[in-house]
């Protein structure tokens, strides 16, 4: 992966051993180029993607193609139910749209990954969050209120521009959450089992650049190069999230979203500090990294210190989780575990979750 200066564009080899390349674009303002980037894909009928808080965002995207676009579908829902995908294919079908451009976060990008792997249509994403799925061949959607994730060559998109612009707009409490979702990617990558050298300097590299752009867009949320800083750090740790497996901190996130319906980035907000913790001794040395940055000699502690700093949200029950969950929470997250450093046990997760829910320092 090669270091750009802002505007310049790069081809990156997203997973290992691939030979698919995506093309990734930085810098102020670079929406307005949409239309050429639709046509160096060579399409003609592209279908804009969005949220329905993010229509406003659509439209423009729809205006700055003309004839390039023919339609705008704004109702991408969080966790990617099938129903939306199915309602959004049946407008594929009548546009005979031959792209996707979603523009926002996660959600978005989850349903243009959804509708390419029915189509195999190619994919532009224009993120306005930190949350990193435009870097993963991976899906996750609910049906019948399970969600189930899979991997495929036809989900990773082919262009992703990251436009300053974008996140200036995003609320300075989900800027926090939402760094936070991403910097989680970076930590559990750096203790993955696969990991490499690559992925090793790439995970801290994102750490890095939300460690040092974080406390700058706080204090000025219009900064755009401290903003660029942080979007580069979305992609660093999102390209780590689709080549190393994930632990225990993302399993613990994906039971409290999917089985208690919490919102994503401030659940990862709130256990990455935990998780990190849990794991802070048996994986001392891959940790040392978020030390070196942070300070400190564990790396959960470190990291509490740090969300607490950026305000970050600390509470489960704040979400809404009842304490009356947390037998369930803990028998779910310790059933079928991820890999992980330390050994998962029941009891070491329950009391974790209730540290988490009271909003109490990480347990060491
Ligand atoms: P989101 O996409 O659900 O966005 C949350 C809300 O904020 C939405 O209403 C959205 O419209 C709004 N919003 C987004 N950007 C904004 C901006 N710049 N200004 C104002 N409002 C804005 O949240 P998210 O955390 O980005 O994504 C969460 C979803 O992404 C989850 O479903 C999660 O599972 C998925 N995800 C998937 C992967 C993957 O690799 N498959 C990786 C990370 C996240």
């Given at each position: ?51 329905p808080q993010q229509s406003g965002a659509a439209l423009e ?289 329950r009391a974790l979750l209730q540290a988490a829910w009271a ?6």
């Amino acid at each position: 992966m090669e270091e750009t200066k802002s505007g310049e564009d790069i081809v990156a080899q997203p997973t290992q051993n691939s030979d698919q390349a995506v093309r990734v674009v930085f810098g102020a303002a670079r929406r307005i180029s949409i239309a050429a980037e639709a046509r160096r894909l060579g399409v003609t009928k592209a279908l804009v993607l969005s949220t329905p808080q993010q229509s406003g965002a659509a439209l423009e995207i729809a205006e700055l193609l003309g004839s390039l676009a023919v339609g705008v579908f704004c109702k991408a829902e969080m966790h990617t139910p099938v129903h939306v995908t199915e309602d959004a294919m049946t407008h594929v079908a009548e546009t005979q749209a031959d792209c996707l451009i979603a523009i926002g976060g996660g959600s978005t990008t989850g349903l243009g990954k959804a509708i390419a792997f029915r189509t195999n249509l190619p994919q532009i994403v224009i993120p306005t969050t930190y949350a990193g799925s435009e870097c993963t061949p991976i899906l996750g959607q609910t049906e019948n209120g399970v969600k189930t994730t899979l991997s495929d060559p036809s989900i990773l998109p082919e262009v992703i521009l990251y436009d300053s612009e974008l996140v200036m707009t995003l609320p300075v409490p989900m800027t926090v959450t939402s760094a936070l979702n991403a910097m989680a990617h970076a930590a559990e990558a750096l203790y993955g089992t696969n990991r490499t050298g690559g992925t090793t300097a790439m995970a801290i590299q994102g750490l890095e650049s939300f460690i040092e752009g974080l406390p700058k867009v706080l204090t000025t949320p219009s900064d755009l190069d401290a903003r660029e800083a942080t979007q580069r750090g979305a992609w660093a740790c999102g390209t780590v999230l689709g080549q190393v497996g994930m632990a225990l901190h993302h399993k613990l996130c994906h039971t409290l979203g999917g089985s208690f319906n919490l919102p994503h980035a401030e659940t990862h907000a709130i256990v990455l500090p935990h998780a990190i913790a849990y794991n802070a001794r048996a994986a001392a040395r891959e940790l040392q990294p978020i030390c070196d940055l942070l300070g400190g000699d564990n790396a959960g502690t470190a990291l509490h210190d740090f969300a607490k700093q950026m305000n970050a949200p600390t509470a489960l029950r704040d979400l809404g989780l009842q304490e009356s969950d947390l037998d369930r929470a803990a028998d779910l997250a310790t059933t079928k575990p991820y890999p992980n450093p330390r050994p998962v046990t029941r009891v070491d997760i329950r009391a974790l979750l209730q540290a988490a829910w009271a909003g109490d320092a990480p347990i060491q």
